[in-house]
T-cell receptor
């Protein structure tokens, strides 16, 4: 089955700096890659997603890139703010598997003011 | 916030007991997926229901079972509870049509289950 690895497990950045989280996946048939943000005690919240027919997607300070050949995708947060502090999860899925999401282990991001 | 709701919010059970968790989908969604999230880990897929039929199952034993109702709400049942079943149980709803590629899943707030 699919396996998703996520790095780093923790990331500390100064406010205003950029944060980058990287994920690799094992199943070349995966075609959907969402990113979720989970604050302490809250539900995972979708922040951005990308499908396999697209190489990059941006939404304000957040961008995601996908390299299908290398089977990795990354989340980029620019101009970080204290409210960006949370745990971020990447995930992968494919239609043939009933859209089952396989998650990475998570990255705890701390933005220091 | 999504329109996905779950009940109860918290639950404490003892080993060997049975538990039922409930999920109400976002309006218009016809697919519900259940995930188990242990402390400090990413969610693990349990199973998915599409139009009242199980549509995929993760690596969980048969004592984890589910139902989906005609209004697309869903239940997760766990029998013979074990200590390791202590976790946050999340449901996610989505709109699944054969013609589309992959459909975004929106999570509920979860049920925190503690097994003593």
């Amino acid at each position: 089955g699919e396996n998703v690895e996520q790095h780093p497990s923790t990331l500390s950045v100064q406010e205003g700096d950029s944060a980058v989280i990287k994920c690799t996946y094992s199943d070349s048939a995966s075609n959907y890659f969402p990113w979720y943000k989970q604050e302490l005690g809250k539900r995972p919240q979708l922040i951005i997603d990308i499908r396999s027919n697209v190489g990059e997607k941006k939404d304000q300070r957040i961008a995601v890139t996908l390299n299908k050949t290398a089977k990795h995708f990354s989340l980029h947060i620019t101009e970080t703010q204290p409210e960006d502090s949370a745990v971020y999860f990447c995930a992968a899925s494919k239609r043939a598997a009933g859209n089952k999401l396989t998650f990475g282990g998570g990255t705890r991001v701390l933005v220091k003011p | 916030e999504t329109g996905v709701t779950q009940s109860p919010t918290h639950l404490i059970k003892t080993r060997g007991q049975q538990v039922t968790l409930r999920c109400s989908s976002q309006s218009g969604h016809n697919t519900v997926s259940w995930y188990q999230q242990a402390l400090g880990q990413g969610p693990q897929f349990i199973f998915q229901y599409y139009r009242e039929e199980e549509n995929g199952r993760g690596n969980f034993p048969p004592r984890f079972s589910g139902l989906q109702f005609p209004n697309y709400s869903s239940e997760l049942n766990v029998n013979a509870l074990e200590l390791d079943d202590s976790a946050l149980y999340l449901c996610a709803s989505s709109l699944d049509w054969p013609a589309t590629s992959t459909d975004t899943q929106y999570f509920g707030p979860g049920t925190r289950l503690t097994v003593l």
